[in-house]
């Protein structure tokens, strides 16, 4: 391929990714660093490759779609950078990662126009699962979950039979006290379990409303687990020693719960296609 051709096939995704690279260097680099070390998150070093390649099966369909740029584009544009640059002025992360995916739609609407901009809105969006929320908001959501976590242990522990106590977040058993902290909240599992339902149902299924059915599903879905998980720290405290709960059970219940909630999903997915050719 001659230079010239290759320079006229590609310069527009070129220009995108040194102008990310220039203007958004710190802040993708501040991201990545999030992605490893906050386990929240970590589904964020392996969202942006999904959303690559979502956007690599829409090849055709993006080569076949007339350009239509579109001066709008440069508004948008213009509105991303003023969010970086107040995200900057505040020390607000959420604003200036949140800036780079705006800063995505309008350079694509500049470039080719709306029909484009469609075509990767789903990557697009589907990477703001990927971003950390503002503080303020996690904490917000933490500490509610944190009570339904342990309204659900503690229901489950007495469904069995076990003695127990709920007080706010703590769960008083014969022998001792557990304490459901911020990391035992669920929104770890939560998000993840979300963020994978929604890839799985966009790449296996075309109804819009089994869809929606199945990611709706995720959520209760999550929570309920967490509280099996809760559960099952109780009955290691209560019956064998505190010790036991913590180490290997505790890596080991997270990721067991977390592909038992996986497999429930898939079932539940099997079972709507069932009803469907019934």
């Known amino acids: 391929m001659h230079l010239a051709t290759f320079i006229k096939q590609y310069y527009k995704p070129v220009i995108l990714a040194l102008a990310l690279a220039v203007l958004y260097r710190n802040v993708l680099g501040e991201l990545a660093l999030d ?59 959420f604003i200036m990662r949140m800036s780079l995916l705006i800063f995505i739609a ?62 706010g977040n703590l769960i008083v058993l014969p022998s001792i006290t557990l304490e459901v902290v911020e990391a035992c909240s669920g929104i770890r599992s939560l998000f993840t379990l979300a963020t994978l339902t929604i890839v799985y149902a966009y790449f296996m299924e075309d109804r819009a409303f089994v869809r929606i059915l199945i990611v709706a599903f995720s959520v209760p879905l999550a929570l309920f687990s967490n509280g099996l998980r809760i559960m099952g720290t109780g009955l290691l405290t209560q019956y064998v020693n505190p010790e036991a709960a913590e180490g290997f059970f505790h890596t080991f219940s997270g990721w067991f719960i977390f592909m038992t909630s996986l497999i429930v999903l898939f079932g539940l997915h099997r079972g709507l296609n069932l009803l469907r050719r019934s």
Request: charged content about 10%; aromatic content about 14%.
């Open 106 to 167: 309008g350079t694509i609407l500049f470039f080719v126009g709306w029909k484009h901009v469609r075509i990767a809105s789903f990557p697009i969006a589907l990477m703001i699962l990927a971003i950390p929320l503002p503080a303020v908001i996690f904490y917000q959501l933490t500490f509610p979950l944190q009570l339904i976590a342990s309204q659900l242990g503690a229901f489950f522990l007495e469904t069995i039979k076990v003695p127990v106590l709920r007080e």
């Open 35 to 93: 992605w490893w070390n906050n386990p929240d998150y970590s589904h964020g070093l392996v969202l942006p490759f999904v959303c690559l390649y979502l956007l690599w099966r829409q090849r055709v369909k993006w080569a076949s779609t007339p350009e239509a740029p579109n001066n709008l584009g440069l508004l948008v544009i213009a509105g991303a950078l003023g969010l970086l640059f107040l995200g900057e002025l505040g020390a607000e992360s």
